[in-house]
């Protein structure tokens, strides 16, 4: 039995997959980008589908409940403001692998509750890296954590001005 409820098919299915992110955090929803929709599955659908009032844009089947990327922030003020759930989304990586490789986006909260990727950019992901910065003696150390390719690029000895750039970008 999964952490969500529902038997899993596959161990690579969207099901196993949910259920793996489910199981790291089961306190908080999981909200999964699935090519146009975003899904969520087992009891999380449950709860979705009760604080959902307007059900437009979305569609339900068995204990999966599909939202447009247009009605996303809708269900997310209900299911974080209206039931003071927390709700991790995770993206679709843009590397073509099954099973689809995905990222978590944004844990939405009280304190967070405008997902960053909802409206017009919400249908495509390519997360920028972090950028962690340190004085040194010589200089400034940039650290570029580029998390989705799973690089870690360092360079020691860069000016404030080069820094700048970094971050602006």
């Known amino acids: 039995q ?3 409820g529902v038997k899993l098919q596959h161990k690579h ?13 089961p306190s908080r929803l999981v909200v999964l980008r699935v090519g146009e929709f975003y899904e969520l599955l ?4 449950v709860l979705a589908r009760e604080q959902l009032h307007d059900m437009s844009g ?6 999966r409940l599909s939202v447009h990327p247009s009605k996303l922030q809708h269900l997310l003020n209900g299911l974080v403001e209206e039931a003071g ?4 989304v995770y993206e679709e990586s843009t590397m073509i692998c099954t099973p689809r490789h995905r990222v978590l986006e944004q844990v939405v909260t ?4 405008a997902y960053a990727r909802s409206g017009a950019d919400a249908t495509t ?7 962690g910065v340190r004085e040194e003696a010589d200089g400034v150390c940039l650290c570029l954590f580029h998390m989705q390719e799973r690089i870690v690029r360092v360079m ?4 404030m001005r080069t820094a700048m750039a970094y971050a602006d970008n």
């Open 85 to 88: 759930l927390e709700v991790a």
């Open 58 to 63: 979305c569609f339900v089947k068995d204990v």
């Open 156 to 159: 020691h000895k860069v000016d």
């Open 2 to 4: 999964s952490p969500l």
């Open 125 to 131: 992901c390519v997360p920028l890296p972090v950028l």
């Open 110 to 113: 009280r304190a967070t509750p």
């Open 13 to 25: 299915s969207f099901a196993a997959q949910c259920a793996e992110f489910k199981a790291a955090d």
């Open 42 to 45: 087992g009891i999380d659908a």
